[in-house]
Structure formats: structure tokens, C-alpha cells
């Protein structure tokens, strides 16, 4: 991306969708390990917090290239 303008307002996008993913992560993580000392089965808990994990990553690294 040559235009300075774009290349921030496409940061920003991915720092705001960032955002909701950590704050989705960190919200998961917490209410399972609640479940789990509850003695509650989480694998599918688990399974989703893991997918999330993958898209904050791609995320990430999308951001790195783009600055770079």
C-alpha cells in the first residue's frame, strides 16, 4: 500500500479487531477456568477460545506485514 492514509486507517482496523479478540480471549479464558473448577466438561469451550487464539495470531501478523 503506497498512500500513508490508507495503509493507517487499515492498522486501525485491525488494531480495533485486535482488540475485540484479546478482550474476547482474556473473557474466555477466564470463564473457563471457572467451568473447569466447577468440574464442567470445556473442550468445546476450549476448541472455540483455541480458534479465536488463531484469528487474534493471523491478525497480528497481518499487521506486521502491513507495517513493515
Not at 493507517?8 to 477456568?33: C, N, P, Q
Not at 483455541?50 to 497481518?62: A, P, T, V
Amino acid at each position: 500500500m503506497s498512500n500513508p492514509d490508507n495503509l493507517a486507517s487499515r492498522l486501525a482496523r485491525i488494531d480495533d479487531r485486535r482488540e475485540v479478540l484479546r478482550r474476547r480471549l482474556d473473557d474466555g479464558y477466564d470463564r473457563i477456568e471457572l467451568a473447569l473448577s466447577d468440574g464442567q466438561d470445556v473442550s468445546q469451550w476450549e476448541s472455540f477460545w483455541i480458534d479465536l487464539l488463531r484469528q487474534y495470531e493471523s491478525l497480528s501478523e497481518e499487521r506486521l506485514r502491513d507495517a513493515a
